[in-house]
Nanobody, 124 residues
C-alpha cells in the first residue's frame, strides 16, 4: 500500500503563488508515476500535472502550462507543485495521486492511490 498526504493549500489572491506538497509513504518503490488533479465545485475531477519516474518526463494541462511546475524530491519522498500567477479559476480541491504503471498519466482512472486533497482558493 501507498499513503499520500497533501499539504500547502490555502486562500490567496489572484496573481499570488502557492506550493503544494504530497508526502508519500509505504511501498514507494512500486510507484512509476505521480500526478496532481483538481476538482472544483460542481465539476469533474481534472488532470493538472504529472511526472514519470523512469525518465522524469512531465505533463501539464493546457490551462496551467507556464504557470505550474511539478517536481519530486526523491530524498524526502515528496511530490511538489509550484503554482504561480494563480487565477480564480484555479480554485479547487487538489489531489495527489500515484500510479503503478505510468502508461497514461493524464487520466485519473489509471491511478491506484489518492490523497484526501487540499483546498486552494484564489480570490479576485
Amino acid at each position: 500500500q501507498v499513503q499520500l498526504v497533501e499539504s500547502g493549500g490555502g486562500l490567496v489572491q489572484a496573481g499570488d503563488s502557492l506550493r503544494l506538497s504530497c508526502a508519500v509513504s509505504g511501498r514507494t518503490f512500486t510507484i512509476l508515476g505521480m500526478g496532481w488533479f483538481r476538482q472544483a465545485p460542481g465539476k469533474e475531477r481534472e488532470f493538472v500535472a504529472a511526472i514519470r519516474r523512469a525518465d522524469g518526463n512531465r505533463y501539464y494541462a493546457d490551462s496551467v502550462k507556464g504557470r505550474f511546475t511539478i517536481s519530486r524530491d526523491n530524498a524526502k519522498n515528496t511530490l511538489l507543485m509550484q503554482m504561480n500567477t494563480l487565477k480564480t479559476e484555479d480554485t479547487a480541491v487538489y489531489y495527489c495521486a500515484a500510479d503503478r504503471t505510468a502508461v497514461t498519466l493524464t487520466t485519473s482512472r489509471v491511478y491506484d492511490y489518492w490523497g484526501k486533497g487540499t483546498q486552494v482558493t484564489v480570490s479576485s
